[in-house]
């Protein structure tokens, strides 16, 4: 009972909200790109390089705010490699994903070699204040999520994304500039990404470390997955998941190794995919370039 | 009266194919205009490059007396031209409103404004006598009201010139006939239409007139009241068309192959096949004659081990082949022509030699254990090659480089070459020249007078009028009746393929 | 048949896409080098000083390139029956764990043991591909997804194994394998400190067995036909569940193998982290080397020797050892956007028109 309490109490629920808030925001960006028909593994390549960029701007200027904004925009451009390499030479997306992502291991090393000669943590910057319990991200990540559910459910653009990821033809037919659509989308994962790499090593911490994001990309590409590619489904998941990671230590005091607790996002995504809880379908046209004219 | 469209000597070329070579079509107001011609003949290249999908290297387009520079659909659509799209074009998890309205919303503020949507679409629908609803799902309504959808999509966007797509090829008799209804509506408005068909006797029927094309060429447009089936046919194909296949009397021996009350689903999980049953004699072609998707596909692939059945008896010899496995089924000499030589007769990728022996690779002589028998391999494939007349004689190509007559005849060396007791042939002629038909179906011929069961699925009712000694006739997933091919009409065959029953009169075979 | 009847142009474009990618790649390299203050051709030198200056180095590129072809054949055969294997680093972990206990097995001699501890690995990486290929075979689950997600579950699993099961407590390693578990080491006749060891005759070896499955078997005529076109080879009766879960299993032991090299040959135990990502570089390997065996041991040797060379590059040149790693991803972006380079190339006309 006493172990119950601990587990929800307020601290728990507040660390789970933190934890969440990374993964809701990436999953919300694979979302975008998913929805528009292009897979997205690459977004723990693109928080990395986001939370880098980050702590880098804030360094250099010692404004955090304008490390956030860094983060959104490089975030975006980074991504537009992925979009080019997908869209434009329709490379296999699942191998410009794992490019990507080590593009961001070596570069963000690379780079912190260079800039703050270690290939360990950086100096300690100006990170986000908070704004009442929680960093400003928390609450910026919550927003994002109830502006994209509005955004692909209820706007005309929405409605065009999810048109282009599931029969790219179709809208075509229509007038729609399916690739224009794809590279917004793509670009959107990237600010969005960027946003919860800043989340991590502005909002969590003040510093960059190697290889900070530690899987939680992969983490929110299974929730997005275990949501069935909703906002809301992904919210969901992503606080399921940021709760898990917040009681690990706790339940580890019940004699639960913490290897399990890190489990679980991985092997409810499984099972979700099996369908054995409601089976999460991807849309259709994901990962298959669109060529004008074929079909 | 100007015409309303003008297409000038249109020439579009794809690498190594002239798909438009010189047409020339045009169109007045309120007409039905038909384009006519085989597959291939260069139909859908040309109205791609009306609506703006294909940029001709040659040629102009004038609308309403002003020269065109269309640049995408979009610029097509906004000037009122639209298309309905063979395959249809269509967003299954939308809804019929939101595909309506796909590309051009309604808004209020920056939401779309469905009730908005939901409204127009349904007084665009009154007004053209085109039922849909509006709130569901595209996948869940059935194939007729797609198309609707997709007329009203038009529509919706102001279309004046409208580009029907061979629309008859996934509708019953009765859908057609409703189409034809609403075609006539849509003319009665002031709309004009184009109508995409190789079906002579739609044309016929519906059609002001009627433009032929053959090859890419343009063979000239006649008035439909002026004109006749045979004048059609043979503007199309370029010669007095031989309908009748020389055959000779049929020779039946015992009952080889025996099919009672087999079900199945469908890919959807929907029930396609519905206690089907028919017998085959040694000697014997049944035909199934039938509109596509009323289970001829669901029924070929239960009888060759690709699909499981739910109930029923399946028996070649006597032995049960009931839910075999693929395998099984072609090591009891069961030959199979596939439907879609793409997707299931070829690994396209393959050599023409390793073609020669897909399903059969893993035998004697092919084979020994795991191995592959290299030597044995190529002298097969030089055995056949020549003597199924497969171009380029060369069998190391990629089965892909081939013409699709060429790439037919693969298929067929390999699955007549093992000497099959029963041979499931199945769209067999399709998308091939007129040669390699006649090639075929002499080798189908041939097959039957050898003593085999023959099983030959095809949507052309001549061809299996012609082939076949019995025709039997799905609707809905059922045999609906099976008649003596010696006295099947089009006509009567019509009447069945829509359901519906002819009163006494013909041999029930069965 | 396959690769031999490949005509002569087309060969050429296979070759000629690999090398102007890497070539391109290093162009790219140089120009980041010559930003931050250094100097390419100073730092490319000392990169290939340090992997081919001399017998040492070169055998240590060799030990390099060895766990990279395994996890590079384990990609490109998967490719082969038209499945993406994304979980090699996953499947690399278990296996090396499994040989890492199998090796502690004592009493063993040397012809039982050796074989033992790697069929173990094998048979470790096979199991953890073996839930993806089960979902993908009868339920069409993507593959992509559900290996990743293995990876992750694996990096927990060999950590609580490894850490809180195996090895003794306070150490970050298991226990040492017996000497009858060791992969014998070049260094035992030849005059050099590198660890290369049997590991990389094993791979070559592996590599010829591979080509031999792929193109001279039913068994890989069957694997390959459902990679091009799955529903042809259920027409022709071959079985795409089948060969799914068998080209999937083939590949988790392929990277497992990779696994059993660098703990019974380099490590003689098992410690957590040792993977730099082997089995994502494996996915760079096998799309350099085009899926094929041949051209998987030129790609494995060229990462070898980046990986080999990079510390060297840095004590000469300077230049952070994280270049290499840009230019490793700089090269899968060119080889999966060939297009850039195919536009270049006169296309061949289709021929043949329905």
Known sequence: ??????????????????????????????????????????????????????????????????????????????????????IKYHADQVVSGVAINMLAAGGTVFMLNIIFNTSGTSESVNALPYWGPFKPTVYIGLLVVFIAHYVLFKTPFGLRVRSVGEHPHAADSVGIDVE??????????????????????????????????????????????????????????????????????????LGIPTEFVQMIPYIFTIIALAGVIGKSTPPTAIGEPFEKGKR | MEPILEMKA??????????????????????????????????????????????????????????????????????????VHQHFMLVPTLTVAENIILGSEPKRGLKIDIEKAIAKVNELANKFGLQVDATAKVKDIPVGMQQRVEILKALYRGAEVLILDEPTAVLTPQEVEGLYQIMESLTEQGKSIIFITHKLKEVLRISDRITVLRKGKGIGTVTTSETNQKELARMMVGREVLLEVEKEEADFGEVLVEVSNLSAFNDRGMEALNSVSFQIRAGEILGIAGVEGNGQTELVEVLTGLREATAGEYNLHGDSLYNHSARKIKEAKVAHIPEDRHKHGLVLDYTVEDNLVLGYHYREPFAKGINLNFNNLAEHANRLIPEYDIRPQNKEALARSLSGGNQQKIIVAREFDLGPEFLIASQPTRGVDVGAIEFIHRRILEQRDEGKAVLLVSAELPEVISLSDRIAVMYEGEIVDIVDAAEATEEKLGILMAGGSLEGGIANGS | MGVDKIDIKELAIELLIPLLAIIFSFIIGAIIVYTFGYDPIETYAALLQGAFGNLNRFADTLLAATPLIFTGLAVAFAFRCGLFNIGGEGQLLVGGLAAAWVGTFDGLSVVVHVPLAVLAAAI?????????????????????????????????????????????????????????????RFSNILDIRSYMNLGFILALL????????????????????????????EYGGISAPKNIILAMLISGALAGLGGAERTLGLYHYYIQGFSPGYGFTGIAVALLGRNHPFGILLAGILFGALSNGRTFMNMAAGVPIDLVNIIQAIIIFFVAADLIFRQFIPNKSEGGVA
């Open chain 1, 1 to 86: 009972m006493e172990i119950l309490t601990q587990i929800f109490s307020l601290e728990t629920l507040s660390s789970t909200l933190r934890m969440a808030t990374p993964l809701a925001i990436a999953a919300i960006g694979g979302l975008y790109s998913e929805r528009s028909g292009i897979i997205n593994i690459a977004l723990e390549g693109l928080m990395l390089a986001g939370a880098f960029i980050a702590v880098v701007v804030s360094y250099f200027t010692g404004i955090p705010w304008l490390g956030l904004l860094g983060a959104l925009v490089f975030g975006g451009l980074f991504a537009m490699i992925h979009a080019v390499v997908s």
């Open chain 1, 180 to 253: 224009k659509i794809r590279y917004i989308c793509v670009g959107i994962s990237g600010i969005l990404a960027g946003l919860a790499g800043a989340h991590l090593s502005l909002g969590v911490l003040d510093s960059f470390r190697e290889g900070m994001t530690a899987g939680r990309g992969f983490i929110a590409l299974a929730a997005m997955i275990f949501g069935k590619w909703t906002p809301f489904g992904a919210l969901g998941a992503s606080l399921l998941f940021g709760f898990s990671q917040a009681v690990q230590i706790r339940l580890q005091g």
């Open chain 3, 206 to 233: 592996v590599l010829l067995f591979i080509y031999y499955l792929l193109w001279k078997t039913t068994i890989g005529y069957e694997i390959r036909a459902v990679g091009i076109n799955p529903d042809a080879a």
């Open chain 2, 10 to 83: 249109i020439t579009k070329r794809f690498p190594g194919v002239l798909a438009n070579d010189n047409v020339n079509l045009d169109l007045y107001q309120g007409e039905i205009h038909a384009l006519i011609g085989e597959n291939g003949a260069g139909k859908s290249t040309l109205m791609s490059v009306l609506f703006g999908m294909y940029t001709p290297e040659e040629g102009e387009i004038f609308y309403k007396g002003q020269k065109l520079d269309i640049d995408g659909p979009q610029d097509a659509i906004e000037l009122g031209i639209g298309m």
């Open chain 3, 124 to 184: 470790a990486g096979a199991i953890w591909i073996a839930i993806p290929a089960v979902l993908k075979a009868f339920l069409g689950v993507h593959e992509v997804i559900t290996t990743i997600m293995m990876n992750y579950i694996a990096y927990a699993m060999v950590a609580y194994l490894s850490l809180k099961v195996l090895a003794n407590p306070g150490e970050i390693k298991t226990p040492p394998i017996e000497a009858s578990a060791y992969l014998w």
